[in-house]
């Protein structure tokens, strides 16, 4: 019998990755698919599972569906490739750029995290290996093959897929998976992550278009829940933004800001180039601090079909962010220590967004001390990551194996998200033309999911299970 098996982002929001396993009419294997393979990141007893093999050996499966580039849906790829995957990796060309520029730069981050824990020797592991290096990363992008959003892929006799927009950030589509077993066609629907709907004052400065595709047909569904147990605020959250950056500069701090190097920085970057040319707040220097900034800038310029209107408009009247007068892209380490060593009042904007490796490190064990600085936090924040350490109140981090203190003001703005929350959801389920079978919770720690869960099944009366971590569910 053809089943999904979980093999992430169940009981987490990382690592997604969900296996299609056909069978012919008699009973003989026939294609094996993965739809996402992304890193497990924040808890150990999670991140332990980027070492593990996957239950069915790597070459055996013949190709990935990948729904976008962020490292928790295609972080695992260079690894899988290592493992000896061969096959084609589907995904949209805006999700193939991003990815050529983030596999890479998670390469480089294994290593540069090995390297320092074998200086350090505060690895259990002797030498500290990383998981894969820069240069797999790279090897790995030979098997991409790009896929026009809206047009069928036949992948084998009994499974095909299309793509169709998922509105979370550039590039981002949901997989709709028809696959024939025991005689009848399964629609099986995989979201990836849900972009927010439409409201651009309370969701501001979206670089992609609004709004997951309308009026699915799902027998089954299998639909991220990041945010099932949490509602965005209906506010704008620029004004709160644009005073706490006034006040932080008044006292002469620096304003610190984690932010996803994909989609999020770009949004930021946009928004505090509005507050400075509206006067909302001082033209401070702005550093983007991340090694992929510069390149992941360039593939949003290179797609300015995705944009909004909003977005257009800012880059026409403004031209590229890289030439902005004040904002400064560091390439290089020694730019990064500059940056570090300014004592003047500035915004930093750096990677990892959940403070978990990156040139953010170093900021923050240079800024927490201090109470005249301000650490922003504009995007989701896994538990037992340094981010949700630090944006709960606790007094200490630990950062490069050594407690910083943390006297910074933190503040944390959720508008940004580039997730749907539950009524956002609900509302782009109502779109359904049908009831799918059974709707499956995926990416999100278990109180999201179950909350979710039971929303949509008192609201809707859909049959809604969170999916365990390794299960198997049979298509029937
Ligand atoms: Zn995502």
């Avoid at 589509?173 to 099986?188: D, F, K, P």
């Amino acid at each position: 019998m053809s089943y999904i098996q979980f093999l992430g982002a169940a009981g987490t929001v990382t690592g997604s990755k969900h296996l299609i396993k056909t069978y012919d009419s008699s009973g003989k294997p026939g294609f094996q698919i993965l739809i996402d393979c992304g890193l497990f990141q924040g808890q150990k007893e999670w991140r332990e599972r980027n070492w593990q093999d996957t239950p069915v050996p790597a070459r055996e499966i013949n190709a990935v569906v990948l729904t976008h580039a962020h490292l928790d849906h295609c972080g695992w790829i260079p690894r899988l490739v290592k493992e000896g995957f061969h096959g084609p990796i589907y995904a949209t060309q805006p999700t193939i750029d991003l990815c050529s520029v983030v596999l890479p730069d998670s390469g480089h981050l294994q290593e540069e995290d090995a390297e320092f824990y074998n200086k350090r020797k505060v690895s259990k592991h002797h030498p500290a290996l990383p998981l894969y290096t820069l240069k797999e990363a790279q090897d790995c992008l030979r098997f991409f093959k790009p896929v026009v959003v809206g047009q069928t892929t036949q992948l084998s006799p009994e499974l095909m897929f299309r793509f169709v927009p998922a509105a979370h950030i550039l590039g981002s589509c949901m997989a709709e998976v028809t696959l024939q077993t025991n005689g009848r066609s399964h629609r099986l629907l995989f979201t990836g992550d849900l972009g927010r709907v439409r409201d651009s004052r309370i969701a501001p400065g979206k670089v992609v278009h609004s709004g997951p595709q309308e009026n699915e047909t799902a027998d089954v569904l299998v639909m991220e829940s990041t945010y099932g147990n949490r509602q965005h605020p209906d506010t704008d959250p620029r004004p709160e933004l644009a005073r706490l950056i006034r006040e932080t500069a008044e006292r002469g701090g620096t304003v610190v800001v984690p932010a996803f190097a994909v989609e999020r920085t770009q949004k930021f970057l946009f928004i505090l180039k509005t507050l400075m040319e509206t006067g909302q707040i001082p033209r401070l220097p702005v550093y983007c601090d991340s090694p992929m900034a510069i390149k992941a800038v360039e593939v949003f310029l290179k797609h300015s079909e995705e944009y909004t209107a909003r977005a257009a408009d800012l880059i026409k009247k403004y031209g590229s962010p890289l030439e902005w007068p004040g904002f400064t892209f560091a390439l290089t380490s020694e730019q990064s220590k500059q940056i570090n060593e300014s004592r003047d009042p500035s915004i930093i904007v750096s990677s990892s967004g959940m403070v978990t490796g990156g040139r953010i490190l170093h900021h923050m064990a240079q800024r927490l001390p201090d109470p005249k600085n301000l650490v922003i936090f504009i995007g989701f924040q896994a538990p037992g990551t340094r981010g949700a350490i630090i944006k709960s109140g606790a007094h200490e981090v630990k950062i490069f194996g050594a407690f910083v203190p943390i006297r910074a003001q933190i503040a944390a703005l959720e508008q940004f998200s580039d997730h749907a929350d539950p009524p956002e959801m609900l509302e782009w389920l109502r779109t359904f033309k049908n009831q799918p079978s059974t709707t499956y919770l995926v990416h999100g720690e278990p109180a999201a999911a179950s909350q979710l869960r039971d929303r949509v099944q008192k609201e809707l009366g859909w049959d809604v299970k969170v999916a365990e971590y390794m299960e198997r569910v049979e298509v029937k």
